[in-house]
């Protein structure tokens, strides 16, 4: 969780009124307080816009029996995907800052060989059973979602990516790629690069480290922004 985003359970626990050391110490923790949310306003000032992408063609046709947020195992079956088990997460907010809660988050992308779980994808690439290749989630109080997935792999004519469809409550879906940093390919892909404004563009690009949590070798967050257009007809 971001800074800015944290709350002080401290300013809470006021103490009793009256003394004067009690006022001064609940003026500083309100001050505190106080200052958390400037200082979140002036992050969230800052928020820019996520760039929308096209959905692209291989949105599943039918949605997979396992459709959870682990995409690395499938339910019934023992073993895991091909690939570089990955830990994708973020918060979903708005123009404001403010977290979007229970926002529906689906993310697809190829298996560890290069090919869709899509009956059009033409890919001479072998199908990967153990891989879900789609998965959604909804986002918990913080506007957080969490994913388990594979690092994503270039396939002809495209940077590495992983498509996300983001559907807040009454909202429409919006439509978005995640891009890995360090990736050569990202320079020469046309829908990255088709992003005109500098930070837009960077804010698609995620850094995958190597993981802490022992769930996976990497992980990477990916912060979401919505603009009105996603959020009219409430959340
Ligand atoms: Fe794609």
Known sequence: MPDHLRCDASASALPQPGSLTATRRRR?????????LLTGTQALAASTLTAQQMQGPFYPVTLP???????????????????VITEVS??????????????RVEIWQVNGFGRYHHPDDASPAPVDPL???????????????HFRTIRPVAYPG?????????????????HTQMYVAGEPANGGDVL??????????????????????????????????LGPASLQGGR
Do not use: K, W
Request: aromatic share 6%; glycine share 14%.
């Open 28 to 36: 500083r923790l309100l001050l505190g307080a106080l200052g958390t």
């Open 65 to 83: 029996l396992d459709q959870d947020n682990d995409l690395v195992q499938v339910a019934g079956r023992r073993g895991r995907a091909h690939g």
């Open 90 to 103: 973020g918060l979903v907010l708005d123009p404001a800052g403010q977290p979007i809660r229970g926002a």
């Open 131 to 145: 891989f879900q290749g789609f998965g959604r989630t909804l986002t918990d109080e913080r506007g957080a979602y």
């Open 158 to 174: 495209r940077a590495p990516h992983i498509h996300f469809a983001v559907t807040p409550a009454g909202g429409l879906p919006f």
């Open 192 to 225: 990255l690069n088709a992003v005109v404004d500098r930070r837009q563009r960077e804010a698609l690009v995620v850094p995958l480290r190597p993981s802490a949590t022992g769930n996976s070798r990497l992980a990477g967050r990916f912060d979401i922004v």
